[in-house]
């Protein structure tokens, strides 16, 4: 049981550039998001999903698709790599409860560079 | 957007003595979280609190959720040096079905020995 798994763990990309990063889980959550952590700003959710084909947008979504086409996986692509995109990347899982989530699991993170 | 104002931002200690770190909202939460952080991890879950006035405990770590169910405490005894990281509240939204945790920015603590 792996939990919650993040590739790559750094990347540096140049202003323009696109990637997607990756996550992965195998605890069969329902429920799974991105978050961006920046020095003194907290985790801020990017976009999350319930289920399979189903993904919303959370508090800082501009600049960043998500999809959801396996319980499994969650992919963060940035479409156009900006300077301000330059963050700490989490990606977290968990079941659905009645109403809300169950704990959080979050992968170890990958730390973004927009040069 | 519902918001989590931990204080204080920053906690220098020495081994041994005792802390608390707040997290308050003028919103009220179904639930309350605490995660810690260590550097170049993920967060991990400390304590869910649910009912207003729960106090919870985890070892020389007490987590109290407020009457109003719109702010928590940490307390944390004797503190160590492993104590040491970042600690994060976090809030589920009352009413209806929401799947969003709104995040402090945290408390950076370090515990000297």
């Known amino acids: 049981n792996a939990g919650v798994t993040q590739t790559p763990k750094f990347q540096v990309l140049k202003t323009g550039q696109s990637m997607t990063l990756q996550c992965a889980q195998d605890m069969n959550h329902e429920y799974m998001s991105w978050y961006r952590q920046d020095p003194g700003m907290g985790l801020r959710l990017i976009h999350y999903s319930v289920g399979a084909g189903i993904t919303d947008q959370g508090e800082v979504p501009n600049g960043y698709n998500v999809s959801r086409s396996t319980t499994e996986d969650f992919p963060l692509r940035l479409l156009s790599a900006a300077p301000s995109q330059t963050s700490v990347y989490f990606c977290?899982?968990?079941?659905?409860?009645?109403?809300?989530?169950?704990?959080?699991?979050f992968g170890p993170g990958t730390r973004l560079t927009v040069l | 957007t519902q918001l989590l104002e931990q204080s204080p931002q920053f906690l220098s200690i020495q081994e041994g003595e005792n802390l608390t770190v707040y997290c308050n909202s003028s919103?009220?939460?179904?639930?309350l979280q605490w995660y810690r952080q260590e550097p170049g991890e993920g967060p991990v879950l400390l304590v869910t609190v649910v009912t207003g006035g729960e106090v919870k405990k985890l070892k020389r770590l007490t987590f109290q959720f407020g009457d109003a169910r719109k702010d928590s405490s940490l307390h944390i005894t004797a503190a160590q040096p492993g104590d040491t990281g970042l600690y994060l509240c976090a809030g589920r939204n009352s009413g209806g079905s929401n799947y969003k945790l709104t995040f402090g920015k945290g408390t950076l603590l370090t515990v000297n020995p």
């Open positions: 977290a899982s968990s079941y659905l409860l009645r109403g809300g989530t169950d704990t959080q699991y």
């Open positions: 919103s009220v939460f179904s639930s």
